[in-house]
């Protein structure tokens, strides 16, 4: 019998959190990846979603397994605090909806000493994009499974504070 992974059980409530509050109409839920790379052997799982269609800024949530996470698990090579998943939450929007005034409100509502990634993007032929992304620096193991639900709801209390 198949025994899923650490990476497949947090998969499955990062996914089970993110679609119940689009089915209650709390979200909307815009895009989906679910990429295996077979060069490096690693898994990422993306759900971006919004509060509202119209108002220009969304949050990525990825989680991502590499090999090394996948070995600790399958293999026990590895410590077990190591079987787990990287979580990584991207907010991003135009310039125009999406301003610094919001990155700094991302920072004091996640935490000063949460590292945040500032990048903008300038396109000759599109709308300028703001993203926002924050690093975690630390594997979620299946121990700490409860933290991937309470980032979803930070997630969503943040794109609301954002409105």
Known sequence: MFDPTAYENMKVVLEGA????????????TNRKDII????????????????????????????????QMAAELLNDKPPSQA?????????????????????????????????EEIMIVHSSKPAVRKARLDFHRIITEEMIDDILEMVNHTVKTLSAMR
Not at 18 to 29: C, E, T, W
Not at 86 to 103: L, N, Q, R
């Open 18 to 29: 993110v679609y119940d509050l689009d089915l209650s109409g709390k979200i909307k839920v």
């Open 37 to 68: 790379d077979l060069a490096s052997l690693s898994r990422q799982y993306e759900l971006q979603y919004t509060l509202d269609v119209n108002n220009g800024i969304s949050v990525l949530f990825r989680i991502e397994a590499k090999l090394e």
């Open 84 to 116: 787990g998943v990287y979580a990584f939450i991207e907010f991003m929007g135009s310039v125009e909806s999406f301003t610094e005034s919001h990155c700094t409100m991302i920072k004091e509502m996640w935490g000063s000493n949460r590292e945040m």
